[in-house]
């Protein structure tokens, strides 16, 4: 993939942040130290050829009321485990899919999915709307009662 | 701990759903923003600067592909802390920069974080350094490595109708 030093450096600054200022982008080119045009024309060429997946904003759930999270472990047969796992994925409530290891005796369940809600009723709810449309049964709803830490991968360059 | 949600009015929702979605990559972006909403540029980027202090807004990033820049591996542990041990071990697994998500849960494993490694750091190597370091033993602690990844979008809507219900909740 080719990628040089300058793109480099405005993915190293823009996953850390964008200013929110009258001019984002200009304020970002002096950072980097190339013209606004041109790191709007990278930022665009990144982001078609999916180095970037996103450029957005990030947003605290819990200020706008959605204030329940769990993660949600499936017990699911292995030959099933892409197309449930898919399925899954394709419901907005689901924020993270993993398919995961089993220690056997120890940790049955293989499919791990966090579903956040306005409250738990809510999220116990929409688990049960998942089990329905996906047919397992088997499942655990294991509510947060403490974020310790909360951060992103930062990806070294 | 109860927290009343912040007060959003549609025009505030609809201007969160498109600066998460696809932010403008364009010149002046809260103009372009603007337009769509009916609102000139100074107020949309007055609601961008209450929404951001009022901390509805984290912040604008981009958010890139991991598989596309190289190998990252990682791993979902679990722990069974004993209530006495909470607060060392917690000091312990934060200061780890690959640990990115920790949790208290409700279940007989309290305990939850991710370990992501990228760029040829060793993630077996950092799992049993957490373990020898928080001191919980191995009957105690799950290493759910990760198989498949088949979704990271941690994404809201807002402009749907329980967005409008959470308003009027209390």
Redesign the interface.
Known sequence: ?DKDEIDQAI?NI???????V????EELAKQVGIS?DEV?RR??R??S???????????????????AN??VAWKVPEEQ??SV??L??SY?E??????????PG??EH?L?TVI?G?SRESVESIAKQLSEACGIMDY?V???????????????F | MK?E??K?DKQDKEL?QM?????P??????AVLGKKLGLSEEEV?AR??KL?S?????????????Q??GS?SST?MAMKVPEDKMDHV?RV??EY?S?????????DYNL??TV?T??GKDLEETVEEIKRKTGIPDSDT?D???????????????TDT??E???T?G
Not at chain 1, 94 to 103: K, P
């Open positions: 993939m993915l823009t996953q850390e942040g964008i200013p929110l009258e001019e984002p982008f606004r709007i930022l665009k990144l982001r050829i999916g180095v970037i997946k996103r450029l957005g904003i990030s947003v605290n759930q819990r200020k706008v009321g959605i204030v769990a993660v485990l892409e796992g898919t899954l994925s907005t689901v924020t993270h899919s993993y398919g995961r290891v089993t220690i120890k940790w293989n791990f956040h306005y655990l294991m509510f947060s009662n403490g974020q310790f830490k909360r951060t992103s991968v930062k990806h070294p | 927290m949600p912040v959003l969160l600066m998460q979605d696809e932010f990559v364009e010149e002046r972006p809260w980027l961008v600067k951001s009022d901390g509805v807004i984290r912040k604008l990033r981009t958010i890139l592909d991991a596309k820049l990252c979902l917690v697994v934060n920069m640990v990115t998500h920790n949790y208290r849960r409700e279940h939850w974080f992501t990228c760029g799950l759910l490595r990760t198989t498949h990844v088949f979704k990271i979008d941690v994404r809201f809507k807002f329980e967005v219900g959470g308003e909740r």
